[in-house]
């Protein structure tokens, strides 16, 4: 006989990505998870899982115990709904962002924690979300990506686009650039622009946040995206043509292997809402 919590815990460890992140959301310990996830493999009567390139993946016979999951745990959000009864909201919800762009979304976090104050949150400090998500380090990543990876389910934001920003009276010669490890993780197109070397250049930074606070501080003017430094008036916009490859889309990506746990759901639908306004 399958058991439903059999079931439940093999859900947490394909959402969480390994049994120790499984143990830790639902408090129990890594030993338990591995031993009950080979009771259901036996009485599935079939792998429920197999290795990859890319890690990992649910096989057939997983993916059918996953909707069956994701099945009962709606069936038990209604009930629970209907009668006025509060679900566990889980957490903590592990979030990146390419170039530590989730950093620049505490104030929206905030908001959201008054709305939602039983779900945590963590911020990574990730220089790829999408690596950060594949990697199982991350739930959700907000990245800036040409494409959306095949591998991971999400939504497209949005196009955005980077201007050349520098301090108001400040000196336009100096630049600031990306970090040798910054431009390992990101050689794309949109990453180039702040590739800076030469007499120039007068501070390295890896994360978009200590940029913008080197372009503030005066070290010198970067290429910033536009719905940051247009909403900035400490900083001047530079009238010069961008380069080519200075845009790019913005997505809010997954792990598609089991549908999301109500609380990432949330933050999901309330990050693509936040970002959406940001971009305007």
Not at 2 to 30: C, K, T
Not at 118 to 142: K, L, P
Not at 220 to 230: E, M, N, P, S, Y
């Amino acid at each position: 006989m399958i058991e439903w919590d059999d079931v439940r815990i093999f859900q947490a460890a394909i959402r969480a990505g390994d049994y120790s992140s499984a143990a830790r959301r639902l408090g129990i310990n890594r030993t338990t998870i591995g031993r009950r996830f080979t009771r259901l493999e036996r009485a599935a009567g079939a792998p429920l899982w197999e290795q990859t390139p890319d890690g990992y993946r649910p096989t057939e016979a997983g993916r059918a115990v996953l909707r069956a999951a994701a099945a009962m745990e709606r069936a038990m959000d209604r009930l629970a709904d209907a009668l006025g009864h509060d679900r566990p909201p889980g957490g903590p919800i592990r979030l990146a962002g390419t170039t530590g762009l989730a950093s620049l979304l505490l104030s929206e976090l905030a908001t959201f924690r008054t709305a939602h104050p039983g779900i945590a949150v963590e911020v990574t400090g990730a220089r790829d979300a999408i690596q950060a998500v594949h990697q199982r380090q991350a739930d959700i990543g907000i990245a800036i990506a040409a494409a959306k990876p095949r591998d991971l389910a999400g939504e497209r934001i949005g196009r955005m686009g980077q201007a050349l920003y520098v301090r108001r009276g400040g000196d336009a010669r100096a630049r600031v650039g990306w970090g040798h490890a910054t431009q390992l993780a990101n050689p794309q197109p949109w990453a180039r622009v702040n590739f800076v070397t030469g007499p120039t250049l007068a501070c390295e930074v890896d994360s978009l946040p200590a940029m913008i606070e080197a372009v503030r501080a005066g070290l010198g003017a970067a290429w910033l995206w536009t719905f940051i430094g247009d909403a900035d008036p400490s900083l001047e916009r530079l009238e010069t043509s961008a380069p080519r490859g200075a845009t790019a889309d913005l997505w809010l990506l997954h792990r598609g292997a089991a549908v999301p746990e109500r609380a990432t759901a949330r933050l999901q639908d309330y990050l693509h809402a936040a970002l959406a306004e940001r971009l305007g």
